[in-house]
């Protein structure tokens, strides 16, 4: 596996239901991020964290909870979502220390809350 | 408060020339990005400005002018696998990165 990979890439859930989104990073960065992506709206930063440790948390409903257990994965852990919760769900990933803030994503997964 | 604007929609002709506007209101600035995003794919980096000025990459060039909080993706010899959403992104004084809506550029034959 080569750039930065997500799974599920599509998932259906109810508002009842607890499910997890994976991402993983085969770059060996040290940056990992969760987006949120609605139609025709900007990019929405959800969290944030460096070398593991979580430096952002953009007032995200306590309904998503992510968890960074190393410096490759990320996940972001769901449960009693909402129907506007419904979006696409990107991952990124950079090398902060480079000097660089190039952001690599992957390719989403498409979140549908009935 | 911090803005991004860029228009949300613009359609162009196979082999033409067009040029996306990105206009920005952000505390601290640095840096200024451009992503690529095909439908139901993941945004890919096009380019990054931080000094003002043109930066060219084949049939990609992108500028950027700090003082008017200005800069364009421009995109020449328009081929139909250019149809995609462009994404203007400005790093903030925290180096956050915040975005734009997207602009859906649509490529007619």
């Known amino acids: 596996e080569t750039g930065v990979t997500q799974t599920p890439r599509h998932l259906v859930m109810g508002m009842t239901n607890k499910k997890s989104l994976k991402c993983e990073q085969h770059?060996?960065?040290?940056?990992m991020y969760w987006y949120k992506q609605s139609a025709k709206k900007p990019l929405e930063l959800m969290f944030v964290?460096?070398?593991?440790?979580?430096?952002e948390n953009n007032s995200v409903p306590s309904r998503f909870s992510p968890e960074c257990p190393n410096s490759s994965h990320l996940f972001l852990h769901l449960h009693t979502l909402q129907p506007e919760d419904s979006a696409l769900y990107l991952c990124?990933?950079?090398?902060?220390?480079?000097?660089?803030?190039?952001?690599?994503f992957g390719p989403g997964t498409r979140l549908t809350v009935l | 408060g911090q803005n991004i604007d860029q228009p949300t929609e613009m359609t162009a002709t196979e082999g033409a020339i067009v040029q996306i506007n990105c206009t920005y209101q952000?505390?601290?600035?640095?840096?200024l990005f451009w992503y690529q995003q095909h439908a139901g794919e993941a945004p890919t980096f096009l380019s990054y400005?931080?000094l003002d000025g043109l930066e060219e990459k084949g049939r990609f060039s992108s500028f950027l002018s700090r003082s008017k909080g200005y800069s364009y993706l421009l995109l020449k010899e328009l081929q139909m696998k250019d149809s995609a959403s462009y994404l203007c992104?400005?790093?903030?004084?925290?180096?956050?990165?915040?975005w734009g809506a997207g602009t859906k550029l649509i490529i007619k034959p």
């Open positions: 990124a990933s950079s090398q902060e220390t480079s000097g660089s803030y190039e952001q690599f």
């Open positions: 770059l060996g960065h040290n940056a």
């Open positions: 964290y460096n070398f593991k440790e979580q430096t």
């Open positions: 952000t505390s601290g600035f640095n840096g």
């Open positions: 400005n931080v």
């Open positions: 992104a400005v790093a903030d004084s925290n180096y956050q990165l915040i």
